[in-house]
């Protein structure tokens, strides 16, 4: 039997847990990062290239994008990145799920200049795609995307 001393301590641990990563009902995983959006994709970029086979595909910059064209927008970044080893054995298991593949984190400025890094879940994209036989697979990837995703944000 947990004594309510206890009791209030793991309640008061689960809520800060729960406070710093928020996986919403849209299969979204959210983390705040202590950063700036530029310093976070960079640490996330350095984070990704030292763990080959895992490699960057494409930064995009949504923020300079919006400037090419006059309009005005925070700064967001989505970088796209994966490993080919992993995402080959989803699309072998079903190949719809390539178009969420590879994985992409989302890096932005909310309105109170707050910088969040939000990706999607692995365990939401096998559920999404049907996939069933690829657990293992799923599991690596989310460890992955959380280890990575905590070495950009400073959480680690």
Do not use: C
């Amino acid at each position: 039997m947990i004594s309510k001393k206890h009791q209030v301590v793991l309640v008061m641990f689960l809520s800060v847990l729960l406070m710093n990563v928020a996986v919403a009902g849209d299969g979204l995983i959210k983390k705040p990062s202590q950063y700036s959006v530029q310093e976070t994709a960079a640490r996330m970029e350095k984070a990704i290239e030292s763990k080959a086979p895992i490699s960057l595909m494409a930064r995009v910059d949504h923020q300079a994008n919006a400037e090419s064209v006059n309009l005005k927008l925070r700064s967001i970044v989505v970088l796209i990145f994966g490993n080919p080893m992993l995402g080959t054995q989803l699309m072998q298991e079903n190949p719809t799920a390539g178009i969420d593949l590879p994985m992409k984190l989302l890096i932005w400025e909310d309105a109170e200049g707050k910088v969040w890094v939000a990706y999607n879940d692995p365990k939401y994209l096998a559920k999404r795609h049907g996939l069933k036989n690829v657990d293992a697979v799923i599991n690596k990837m989310s460890g992955a995307l959380n280890a990575l995703s905590d070495k950009a944000t400073g959480k680690e």
